[in-house]
């Protein structure tokens, strides 16, 4: 059990270093855009950039679902997962917490998908947080 719990922290460090790559890069984004054209204008331009760093950030949430799928797919001890495809939907249904059932990790590596939840749980929240944090800019910048 210690070798999934080291293996599952050193993929919430991965993950974490990918999303803040992410964060860091959609906000300078933003304040390029803000620095070069200004504040929105208008209720659908303010969606259409809220919209845009949402979108940013779920991509990075699919890179981060893609490493914990390939650490699935390529780490010998696990055979359960046949294929990319199978071991991304596993991942992503891990990671969002929703957890159908229909696909499962067998003997010691289910706690390595219990440390890729709680690492989504992190994610999501912090996904959120900046979401909301920029909506409060647009929004209160008239």
Not at 66 to 79: D, E, G, R, V
Not at 106 to 128: D, K, M, P
């Amino acid at each position: 059990m210690l070798n999934e719990i080291v293996l599952g922290l050193g993929m919430m460090i991965l993950t974490t270093m990918i999303h803040a790559a992410f964060m860091v890069s959609g906000m300078r984004l933003a304040e390029w855009r803000l620095s070069h054209h200004g504040h929105a204008k208008g209720q659908l331009a303010k969606a259409a950039r809220v919209s845009g760093l949402t979108a940013w950030m779920f991509l990075a949430i699919v890179v981060e679902a893609t490493a914990w799928a390939s650490l699935y797919l390529y780490n010998p001890m696990i055979t359960s997962l046949p294929n990319l495809e199978t071991a991304f939907y596993f991942s992503m249904v891990t990671f969002t917490t929703l957890g159908y059932g229909d696909v499962v990790l067998t003997g010691n590596w289910r706690t390595l998908a219990s440390i890729q939840a709680a690492n989504g749980v992190i994610v999501f929240g912090w996904t959120t947080a900046l979401i909301f944090v920029y909506i409060q800019q647009i929004y209160t910048k008239d």
